[in-house]
């Protein structure tokens, strides 16, 4: 059997672009301090949206704007719901994948069976989507580490009553925040109707946004940790269908299962490694998933 | 044209509460006053208008001799006032620099704002450096940071809430060498604290606070520490009393105990031996063992065979039930979640450590009718101020809680009682009635161990003090002519600390 690693690569990237997406957007969003797990529910949107404003104009720009815009909508109604009316972030994120995915499989229906328009070619034979992906990473650490309104962002993560007593809008930062979040969500699940797939199928996000959740956690928050744990699960993502076309011996559903397992076995090590370790203390922000309620 | 600060007629009502009504002050340059009142005064709201995070409904202030009405507290820091907070208002994961570059409007650049820092900070003899993150500053470092925050922006009013909480003795000396400096530069201070020695020895003028009416604005030096808690309080202070004690045979020996390092401090080679009818005070900083010490002997936390028994009976390889029946009980400080569930009426929260003894479970079953009783005599004992036993526990105020959960254990007969913080967070006529409680238990014939934040409540209640240091226990002392220096001194000090040079 023959696998070409510069081949590999470049399919990886393919593969681990819309995690990286979304995880980007996630990684924000959690470092305002809020835990939103409605993102499975905002990538299957944005590839619904996605795919149907690129079938209908013929441009893939179009289709990743109109994705953006969907998956920010949809973080609307998670920000509405815990932000003002203070529900349970869990369950409202839950809730939010639930609604998510009902909602593509009714209105995506008519869609099925139809094609993409191609997408734009970029520097070196990658599409821009890819480039973009990988830009952002820089400019997502730049913003939280090095500039005034992402120390701001982050305050409001590590400690919501300290940052409101200091007179920064705690509300205000943390809907901008999710808001993003959305948008880069449902650009991520674009990717995968537009320039994975092809095609819009039901469901056809298969966890990608539970794997997003977990790489945050496996990057410890920090963006350069996302683009790792993007590479890794596009690598095995990329590889075991490279097996299975190579004909090895080994159970498809097995080798479907590698990166879901991959990312399992990472997290387990990682929170072993924090546990028993000398990593000093989580890297999580400190009021993660706490409601922030102002006295006025 | 003195007044930095003048406040006329303010008022605050939340539903049910009037937490200000009618108040009336002003703060003049160079001085540092004093805002003096009981918990539930309404001294946080009245400051929390000042600083623009709560919007009064009636009155108005004036800064400088102009109109002043903050928004937002960003508002009152471009208006030049400054706050230091009670609860530290700092970002545990981001460093000094950035945690006082989140306080400034207009923060200069990074390498400028460092250089800023380190300047003020020897400038007032406050050594700290800007690239550490907070979670490894001490409690004394942490506030130096918010400190240095406010100095940064040059105010000329700068509040300082109960900042002494989680200083030694020693560090609050240091503290207030800084504030006079600043005072003589000419900022204005107004300074929120219940402790009455600090403010009579510190303070220029006071404003004493009750029910969230002024009482009068008055020099603290020309009126004792009782007169003034008289205008706090309303009403005499009741002495408490502290006769009919005689320390007996030995009830509580803990020998060579030490714990393993965790999340919080390792007790360290803790010895003490505690007789019947008596109080030993154990003193420190927070975090300096107090809960691992009540953890060990409550039996939370598992201790090594032979290190704590109770009337000659080794108890170190039981459980909290097992103690609890034995006569070791233990009140831990944290009121919600530790000492009590929320969410649970009073009668299903006398269930959780009055159970046995008290025969409100038998044969496994609740006795309800029994559980209510009990909990209504507490109640009455106690002067808990609730509707019945059938209230949720998360319902009471702070203080109504604490004097439930002293109650409780107070009235389980123990042998020997554990009680960390017994007065915190209470007003100080339930602090008198608690203190008194717990007198009259060692009067009994019980044992008692207090560990406390309040060195004058220990001075008050102990018989012999020890210091609890990082874990380690000093060797007990009698009260009896013990100082506060002397206390300050067995705490560790200044932890590093130096007196405050001319500023550059």
């Known amino acids: 059997m023959m696998i070409d690693p510069l081949s590999v690569f470049i399919l990886l990237l393919g593969a681990a672009t819309p995690i990286l997406f979304a995880g980007l957007g996630e990684l924000v969003v959690e470092r305002a301090g809020v835990l939103n797990l409605g993102v499975e529910g905002m990538m299957i949107g944005g590839a619904l949206a996605g795919f149907a404003v690129a079938h209908a104009s013929g441009s893939t720009a179009l289709g990743f704007l109109a994705a953006a815009i969907a998956g920010a909508a949809l973080s609307m109604i998670f920000a509405v719901l815990t932000q003002f009316l203070l529900s349970n972030q869990v369950a409202t994120g839950l809730a939010l994948t639930l609604f998510g995915l009902g909602l593509t ?35 997502v650490w730049w913003f939280l580490a090095r500039a005034q309104p992402g ?4 305050a409001v993560g590590e400690n919501h009553d300290a940052a409101h007593g200091l007179g920064y809008p705690v509300r205000r930062v943390r809907i901008l925040a999710i808001g993003f979040g959305g948008a880069l969500a449902g650009m991520g699940g674009a990717y995968i109707s537009i320039a994975t797939v092809l095609q819009w199928t039901e469901g056809m996000t298969a966890g990608a946004g539970w794997i997003a959740l977990a790489i945050v956690v496996f990057a410890q928050w920090n963006p350069w940790g996302v683009l790792a744990g993007a590479w890794l699960f596009g690598g095995v993502t990329v590889l075991q269908l490279r097996l299975q076309a190579a004909g090895v011996a080994v159970p498809v559903q097995l080798l479907s299962m590698a990166p879901y397992l991959a990312t399992i076995i990472v997290l387990v090590l990682i929170s072993a490694r924090q546990k028993f370790g000398r990593s000093g203390g989580a890297a999580a922000p400190g009021s993660l998933g706490r409601p922030f309620h102002a006295l006025r | 044209m003195s007044n930095v600060f003048r406040a006329e007629g303010l008022g605050k009502t939340y539903p049910g509460v009037r937490a200000n009504d009618d108040v009336s002050f002003a703060v003049e340059a160079g001085e540092i006053h004093a805002l003096l009142g009981e918990n539930g005064a309404g001294k946080s709201t009245l400051v929390k208008m000042i600083y623009g995070l709560v919007r009064p409904d009636e009155g108005r202030m004036a800064l400088l001799g102009t109109p002043y009405a903050p928004h937002d507290p960003r508002a009152a820091r471009a208006a030049g006032v400054a706050m230091v907070f009670q609860h530290f208002s700092l970002f545990d994961a981001l460093t000094v620099a950035e945690n006082i570059a989140l306080g400034m409007e207009n923060p200069p650049p990074r390498a400028e704002l460092a250089r800023r820092i380190a300047e003020l900070s ?14 490894a500053l001490s409690a004394g470092e942490r506030q130096r940071v918010e400190i240095l925050r406010c100095l940064l922006q040059n105010p000329r009013l700068l509040i300082m809430d109960e900042p002494t909480s989680v200083l030694t003795p020693q560090e609050a000396e240091i503290l207030f060498a800084t504030l006079r400096q600043l005072a003589e530069a000419g900022t204005a201070i107004l300074y929120i604290s219940h402790k009455l020695e600090e403010i009579r020895s510190h303070c220029d003028r006071a404003t004493i606070l009750r029910q969230g009416k002024v009482v009068g604005t008055v020099d603290p030096r020309a009126h004792s520490a009782r007169e003034l808690a008289a205008m706090m309080v309303g009403a005499e202070m009741r002495l408490v009393d502290r006769s009919g004690r005689k320390p007996g045979a030995p009830v509580l020996e803990v020998r060579g105990l030490s714990t393993a390092d965790g999340e919080g401090v390792a007790l360290k080679d803790i010895a003490l031996s505690l007789r019947t ?13 107090q809960e691992e010490l009540l953890s060990a002997l409550s039996g939370e936390t598992a201790t090594t ?30 009121r919600l979640g530790h000492a009590a569930v929320p969410e649970f009426s009073l009668a299903e929260n006398t269930l959780l450590t009055a159970g046995t003894r008290q025969g409100l479970i038998r044969k496994g079953l609740i006795d309800r009718k029994a559980a209510t009783a009990f909990a209504q005599q507490v109640i009455r004992a106690f002067d808990v101020r609730t509707p019945g036993p059938g209230t949720a526990a998360g319902a009471l105020s702070g203080g109504n809680l604490q004097k439930f959960v002293i109650g409780r254990e107070v009235l389980g007969r123990p042998r020997a009682l554990v009680v960390n913080q017994p007065t915190w967070g209470v007003d100080a006529g339930a602090a008198a009635a ?48 013990l100082t506060v220096e002397e206390i300050g001194l ?15």
């Open chain 2, 490 to 504: 067995m705490l560790g000090g200044a932890h590093g600390m130096e007196v405050a040079h001319v500023p550059a």
């Open chain 2, 277 to 289: 009818g008596e109080i030993l005070g154990i003193g420190g900083v927070a975090g300096n063992g």
């Open chain 2, 122 to 135: 020897q400038g007032y003899g406050l050594p700290l450096n800007p690239a550490r993150r907070i979670a």
């Open chain 1, 151 to 154: 120390l701001i962002l982050r």
């Open chain 2, 434 to 481: 608690i203190r008194q409680a717990l007198l009259d238990l060692a009067a009994q014939g019980a044992g008692l161990i207090v560990n406390s934040q309040d060195l004058d409540e220990l001075l008050e209640l102990s018989d012999r003090f020890c210091a609890l240091n990082q874990g380690r226990l000093s060797a007990p002392r009698p009260t009896e002519g």
């Open chain 2, 305 to 334: 065979p032979g290190t704590v028994l109770l009337e000659g009976r080794d108890l170190s390889a039981a459980g909290p039930e097992a103690r609890r029946r034995a006569g070791l009980l233990a009140a831990p400080e944290d």
């Open chain 1, 105 to 139: 499989a009714m209105f995506g229906k008519p869609y099925e069976g139809m094609k993409a328009p191609a997408m734009m070619p970029g520097p070196l034979g990658l599409n821009w989507m890819i480039w973009l992906g990988i830009a952002l990473v820089p400019l």
